[in-house]
T-cell receptor, first 114, second 114 residues
Framework: DTEVTQTPKHLVMGMTNKKSLKCEQH?????MYWYKQKAKKPPELMFV???????INESVPSRFSPECPNSSLLNLHLHALQPEDSALYLC?????????????FGSGTQLSVL | QQQVKQSPQSLIVQKGGISIINCAYE??????FPWYQQFPGKGPALLIA?????SEKKEGRFTISFNKSAKQFSLHIMDSQPGDSATYFC?????????????FGSGTRLLVRP
């Protein structure tokens, strides 16, 4: 099973809402990532978890809050987002943070903030 | 120094033709150069990757050519097919940087006409 599963696939939220994006992998990977991708742009790294500990935070605003409950799950909690946060949010995983050759992306959550 | 410059922005090729996408970098510490393929509504998927100790790597119809002295690398798609129509991202990362962060190019939208 070489799959990274993200839910929901689509999400529409208001600026005062609280929502969460979920990501799951069962490949035994110990590094998990959140990326943000605007239309017609490359993915931008947001967070990296390595062995369930936050390893990298790319100066992401606090309205985005990541959580790694266990080695298979990664959440991104959203609160008080702005319309400019509308984007495709991609989860990815790899066997370890340095295992660049084995980075698998999920299909993403398309987020619209109204 | 951290940028990867990708060209062209878009490319139209006839079925059976050769598609060529180019990338250039400045950071000589980069030691891993992958290409990702992304279809609409999907996350990027690793297509092929190369390390600087080889000048060419071929996998099926896909070939990476690497020129270390010029700090350039390119993706060649032979016998291009309509199913190859997608966005292609080159990327680079350095093992000297403990984050192993992937630096993506800006992307090339490829359309293969039947």
């Amino acid at each position: 099973d070489t799959e990274v599963t993200q839910t929901p696939k689509h999400l529409v939220m208001g600026m005062t809402n609280k929502k969460s994006l979920k990501c799951e992998q069962h490949m035994g990977h110990r590094a998990m990532y959140w990326y943000k991708q605007k239309a017609k742009k490359p993915p931008e790294l947001m967070f990296v978890y390595s062995y369930e500990k936050l390893s990298i935070n790319e100066s992401v605003p606090s309205r985005f809050s990541p959580e790694c409950p266990n080695s298979s799950l990664l959440n991104l909690h959203l609160h008080a987002l702005q319309p400019e946060d509308s984007a495709l949010y991609l989860c990815a995983s790899s066997t370890s943070q340095g295992a660049r050759e084995k980075l698998f992306f999920g299909s993403g959550t398309q987020l619209s903030v109204l | 120094q951290q940028q990867v410059k990708q060209s062209p922005q878009s490319l139209i090729v006839q079925k059976g033709g050769i598609s060529i996408i180019n990338c250039a970098y400045e950071n000589t510490a980069f030691d891993y150069f992958p290409w990702y393929q992304q279809f609409p509504g999907k996350g990027p998927a690793l297509l092929i990757a190369i390390r600087p100790d080889v000048s060419e790597k071929k996998e099926g119809r896909f070939t990476i050519s690497f020129n270390k002295s010029a700090k350039q690398f390119s993706l060649h798609i032979m016998d291009s097919q309509p199913g190859d129509s997608a966005t292609y991202f080159c990327a680079a990362s350095s093992s000297v940087d403990s984050s192993y962060k992937l630096i993506f190019g800006s992307g090339t939208r490829l359309l293969v006409r039947p």
